[in-house]
């Protein structure tokens, strides 16, 4: 069977639209490496419901692939990794209000 | 220019305050995403990558200077104080709050404009030629009857469920500026054998993943049946469409399943029904119309000293050779304000140089403002004897880019910096190509190159009709670039010839470099544009600058 490549919750903040993570004590955080990094098929499944759950706080929930980091999970698809950031045309966007 | 009538302003409004409610029912939990989601989507409120983006109608293209003010207003209030202006006449602002949504809404309600069928499977803005009522090559100016088509559209009960959405494109001039052929219905204006105006009109265009040309179905539709047979079009498809495959669901696949000869005749069938039905007032509508868009009073005014300055001044002389088109009145210019400052987003317009915009069309431009699907803001009206003044205002809000139509006006979507729906970035490709031709001072020697640039199969950045075309794919997790040449949108569309096997985001550049320095090679001297040069040699000798080594290891 092949393996279960590790995941976390992600989705977008219903009024900002921002990028937003699931953390392992159930918030919601901006930063990627503090989201849960789940490595089981069945609690990814379980916690995805979860987020899906929250109808108030996030949008289009789903599960991206991630890695575990020194800082906490990483993203490892580049399209997650520009959602950790912003547009690269201008610095704005997390990579602008996180600093 | 035309003003909405009291009918439209509140429609407008009492679309507005629903969607008040609906945002306000969303925030609060009483709506889903589910149940929410086709009404954002109705009002032009997209959910992207990093922020919501709103998508605001520019219908044909028109704006005057208040409008065009008061989107720097929205940009600078809700948004991140700048727009994105597109290939479909919209402008996109990519930073909105759900919360501040209703507020945009309102503020675009009072200088009557909205986000109305800017998305959903309706009609949506019906586009024209940008230099409508200017250009020297026209025979009638077609914007009329695109506001015609937007009235008769707009909240039309059979249509606004289509199989898919439904776009359509107006064009007044023998020159094709508002690629027809790549719309759901193209209308082309012209005149038969006994003088009279009429339409040529074209269906089953588009782009996306199966790119088409459109078929002319009609050659000659005298002017006072084309809402008639407009209905007639759409009506066909809205039965014929289909419903259970999002990828066939336009109207080019209906047009192939169903054949050109047969689809011909139920519309022609469909139309005798209906055209009974017009009792007249579409054309009493249209008389006011076009009333509303009688030309500007042309000043009357010496233009030697254009000419004195367009000899002293190099500079000058630069843009005007490259931004000004052909007035059908001597004493006057086109203007294209270049948005393809070298290294800056293709479309982006700050707050406050929409405002320097708005200013110049008061103060020379007859308060008309265009967008062109080519993404730069036009002045259609300004006096030679203004240009230098005009120039010189641009150049001082960084508006002043002597480029249009070479090879750094290119067309690029938001691609994978702002769109959901991505697969790679599109707007770094074009900074980068538009700062490599600068530094090789290259790109006035290079002459007409029109490269368009998309960042999924969608093909928002009408890459399949770019000389050069870029289409920006996920290859097993890494950005690849597939090329595309050949392409043109024009009155002879042709869908551009896949080149080969694609790049990687760091050879991009140069692949793209190698073709231009391979044209530059070939060509038959400076009056040899790219795309005649690739007509008359076609594809092989481009393959091979672009995969050198290939062609040795063939004939090993
Ligand atoms: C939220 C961002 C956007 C989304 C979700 C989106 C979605 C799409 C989709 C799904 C298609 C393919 C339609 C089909 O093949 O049936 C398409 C086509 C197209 N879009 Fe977009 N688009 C977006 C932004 C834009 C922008 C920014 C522009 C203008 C620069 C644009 C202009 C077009 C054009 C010209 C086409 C091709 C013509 C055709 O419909 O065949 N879109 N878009
Ligand atoms: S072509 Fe693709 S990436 Fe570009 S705007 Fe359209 S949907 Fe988005």
């Known amino acids: 069977m092949a393996r279960f490549t590790p995941k976390v919750v992600t989705a977008n903040a219903l009024i900002e639209g921002d990028v937003i993570y699931l953390t392992a004590d159930d918030r919601w955080t901006r930063l990627h490496h503090e989201a849960e990094l789940i490595e089981d098929e069945a609690h990814a499944q379980l916690r995805l419901l979860h987020a899906m759950a929250q109808k108030s706080v996030a949008v289009g929930a789903y599960l991206a692939d991630a890695k575990a980091g020194p800082n906490g999970p990483e993203p490892t698809h580049f399209r997650e990794v520009f959602r950790t950031r912003g547009p690269s045309n201008y610095f704005l966007g997390k990579q602008a209000e996180l600093v | 220019m035309y003003s909405y009538s009291e009918f439209d302003e509140a429609f407008v409004r009492t679309r507005v305050a629903q969607f008040t409610h609906q945002v306000e029912r969303r925030i609060d939990g009483s709506l889903t995403e589910e149940e929410f989601r086709p009404l954002r989507l109705m009002n032009g409120l997209y959910l992207q990558l990093h922020a919501y983006m709103l998508r605001v109608a520019i219908p044909y293209g028109t704006l005057n200077p208040r409008q065009m003010r008061q989107l720097a207003h929205i940009a600078q209030t809700w948004d991140k104080g700048y727009g994105h202006f597109t290939t479909r006449q919209n402008i996109q602002f990519n930073w909105p709050k759900l919360s501040d949504v209703p507020k945009m809404l309102s503020a675009l309600a009072d200088v009557g404009m909205h986000a109305i069928q800017t998305s959903g499977n309706c009609v949506r803005n019906v586009t024209a030629d940008h230099f409508a009522a200017a250009a020297a090559d026209e025979i009638e100016d077609p914007r009329p009857y695109a506001e015609l088509l937007r009235q008769w559209s707009t909240d039309h009960p059979e249509f606004q469920f289509l199989p898919r959405k439904f776009k359509i494109a107006i064009t007044g001039a023998a020159q094709d500026r508002a690629v027809t052929a790549a719309h759901d219905i193209g209308l082309r204006i012209v005149k038969n054998d006994a ?129 000004l088109a052909k007035h059908r009145n001597d004493q006057y210019a086109i203007v294209t304000i270049s948005l393809k400052a070298h290294g800056q987003t293709p479309g982006d317009a700050t707050a406050d140089q929409m405002r320097v915009m708005a200013d110049l069309a008061e103060r020379y431009g007859h308060n008309e403002l265009r967008v062109s699907h080519e993404q730069n803001v036009i002045l259609p009206h300004v006096h030679k004897s203004d240009l230098p003044a005009v120039h010189a205002a641009l150049m001082q809000a960084g508006l002043g880019t002597a480029n249009v139509g070479l090879i750094s006006d290119i067309i690029a979507c938001p691609g994978m910096d702002y769109c959901a729906l991505a697969t790679a970035r599109a707007i770094p490709v074009a900074q980068e190509i538009a700062t490599r031709f600068d530094a090789l001072k290259l790109e006035h020697d290079v002459g007409p190159l029109k490269i368009k640039i998309s960042g999924c199969i969608n093909a928002c950045g009408h890459h399949h009709v770019g000389h050069i075309g870029i289409l920006g794919l996920d290859r097993a997790g890494v950005e690849n670039y597939q090329i595309t040449l050949g392409g043109d949108g024009t009155e002879d569309a042709v869908i551009g010839e896949r080149a080969g096997p694609g790049f990687a985001y760091d050879e991009i550049v140069p692949a793209i470099e190698r073709i231009v320095l391979a044209y530059l090679d070939l060509r038959e001297g400076p009056e040899e544009t790219f795309l005649q040069a690739y007509r008359r040699v076609g594809l092989p000798p481009f393959k091979a600058a672009l995969y050198p080594g290939e062609g040795n290891r063939d004939a090993a």
């Open chain 2, 195 to 323: 003088g009279e105006t009429g339409f040529q009109v074209l269906v089953g265009g588009g782009l996306g993943r199966t790119p088409m040309v459109a078929m002319t179905v009609r050659d000659f539709l005298p002017v006072e049946d084309l809402l008639p047979y407009v209905e007639a079009v759409l009506s066909v498809y809205n039965t014929l469409g289909r419903r259970d495959n999002k990828y066939k669901a336009r109207i080019k696949i209906t047009l192939h399943e169903t054949g050109k000869e047969e689809i011909t005749r139920m519309i022609e069938a469909r139309f005798a029904e209906l055209r009974p039905l017009f009792g007249g007032n579409d054309q009493a509508l249209l008389a006011d119309i076009r009333a509303a868009f009688a030309p500007p009073a042309f000043r009357n005014a010496p233009v030697e000293a254009y000419d004195a300055f367009y000899k002293a001044d190099p500079v000058f002389r630069a843009w005007a050779d490259t931004n």
